[in-house]
C-alpha cells in the first residue's frame, strides 16, 4: 500500500520562497507527482520526478531523495495566486496526500 | 472542448433520487478515474477504468456504479446515496495507468 505524508497548513509571505515537504512509503514507486488544488477547481499538474535530484519549471522545483522516500515542491518569488493546496501523489495507483494548505500574505 | 469535462458542475439530490454523472474526455486518454474529494480528507480512489474495463474498485459502495461505455466516456450513476456521500466528485484521465492524471473541474453534490 501507500502512505503519503505533508503538513496541512503553511503560511508564507508573498515575495518569499516556501517549501512544502512529502514523505511516503509505496510498495511500487514510478515517479512522484506535485499538483495545485485552488479551492472548489481541480486539480492541475505541477510537476512529476522519478529520478533522484531538482526539476525546476519557472517559479516551482520539485525534488526527490527515492532512498529516502522524500520530496519537496519550492515556490519561489511567491504571489498571492499561489494561495491554494499542493498535493503529493505516488504509486502505481496514483495515490495523493492530504495535500498542504498555503496560504500567501501581504 | 478540451481536455476532460465533467456535467453537471453542481448537483443536489435527495437520498431517494437516482442521479448520473458524466465525465468526458477529449484526450485520446486509454485511461479514466472516478475520485471523491470530501472536507479535509484525501482525494479517494473510487474506480479505474484500462480500455473500457474495470480494472479497480476501492471497496466503493454499490450505491455508486460507474460505467465506462467507451474510451472517452465515463459515468458516476448514483442512488439511494447519503448525507456523508456529499462531497466533490472528480473524473481523471490519463494516457496510461502509470502516468499522471488530468482532472475534470469536478461535480459538487449535495445529499439532502
Known amino acids: 500500500g501507500q502512505n503519503i505524508d505533508q503538513p496541512t497548513e503553511m503560511t508564507a509571505t508573498e515575495g518569499a520562497i516556501v517549501q512544502i515537504n512529502c514523505t511516503y512509503q509505496?510498495?511500487?514507486?514510478?515517479?512522484l507527482f506535485w499538483y495545485q488544488q485552488h479551492a472548489g477547481e481541480a486539480p492541475t499538474f505541477l510537476s512529476y520526478?522519478?529520478?533522484?535530484g531538482l526539476e525546476e519549471k519557472g517559479r516551482f522545483s520539485s525534488f526527490l531523495s527515492r532512498s529516502k522516500g522524500y520530496s519537496y515542491l519550492l515556490l519561489k518569488e511567491l504571489q498571492m495566486k499561489d494561495s491554494a493546496s499542493y498535493l503529493c501523489?505516488?504509486?502505481?495507483?496514483?495515490?495523493f496526500g492530504g495535500g498542504t494548505r498555503l496560504m500567501v500574505k501581504p | 472542448e478540451t481536455g476532460v469535462t465533467q456535467t453537471p458542475r453542481h448537483l443536489v439530490m435527495g437520498m431517494t433520487n437516482k442521479k448520473s454523472l458524466k465525465c468526458e474526455q477529449h484526450?485520446?486518454?486509454?485511461?479514466m478515474y472516478w475520485y471523491k474529494q470530501s472536507a479535509k480528507k484525501p482525494l479517494e480512489l473510487m474506480f479505474v477504468?484500462?480500455?473500457?474495463?474495470?480494472?479497480e474498485n476501492n471497496s466503493v459502495p454499490s450505491r455508486f456504479s460507474p460505467e465506462c461505455p467507451n474510451s472517452s466516456h465515463l459515468f458516476l450513476h448514483l442512488h439511494t446515496l447519503q448525507p456523508e456521500d456529499s462531497a466533490l466528485y472528480l473524473c481523471?484521465?490519463?494516457?496510461?495507468?502509470?502516468?499522471?492524471?488530468?482532472f475534470g473541474s469536478g461535480t459538487r453534490l449535495t445529499v439532502v
Open positions: 481523471a484521465s490519463s494516457q496510461d495507468r502509470a502516468e499522471g492524471r488530468t
Open positions: 509505496t510498495s511500487g514507486f514510478n515517479g
Open positions: 520526478n522519478v529520478l533522484d
Open positions: 501523489a505516488v504509486g502505481n495507483m496514483l495515490t
Open positions: 484526450l485520446g486518454h486509454n485511461a
Open positions: 477504468y484500462s480500455l473500457e474495463e474495470r480494472v
